[in-house]
């Protein structure tokens, strides 16, 4: 499997990040931080060049990072808002999330996660609330048609 720096794809143009490859900076970027934090393994600051993508968009690995967490959170908080400048999705509480980290009001990895988690879920309560009220006006209104 061929890894790409995220570098190297942002490099490439403006709108070229694909919403798999931005989804893989969100929760799996972060699963992989907690396990580089986790595993004692100490580097240099999270960057770009330092974050790879699969060919295909479905993986990530993580080369170096900082040992200080804040800082990796500062880091991907800055990191995010570059690849959404650099995508053709456009999600409001995500960049929110990014600017909260890229300033340092996140505390930490784990605290990221359940905020990504959680922008997450509120997405599919949406749908599946637009999907239930949708089912009840089809209802209503064969009710009065009938």
Not at 45 to 50: A, D, I, R
Request: aromatic residues 4%.
């Amino acid at each position: 499997m061929d890894f790409i720096p995220l570098s190297t794809i942002l490099a490439r143009g403006e709108k070229n990040i694909s919403p798999r490859a931005l989804y893989q900076l969100q929760q799996p970027l972060v699963e992989a931080l907690i396990e580089w934090r986790d595993s004692g393994s100490t580097g240099q600051q999270l960057t770009e060049q330092s974050i790879e993508i699969s060919s295909n968009g479905k993986h990530i690995r993580i080369l170096d990072a900082n040992c200080d967490e804040a800082r990796n959170i500062a880091s991907y908080g800055t990191i995010l808002l570059t690849a959404m400048s650099h995508s053709t999705l456009r999600d409001k509480r995500l960049r929110r999330i990014a600017e909260q980290c890229a300033r340092g009001e996140v505390a930490n990895l784990e605290t990221l996660h359940l905020m990504l988690e959680r922008m997450v879920s509120s997405t599919i309560y949406c749908l599946l609330l637009a999907v239930i009220l949708t089912g009840i006006a089809i209802l209503a209104t064969y009710q009065i048609l009938h």
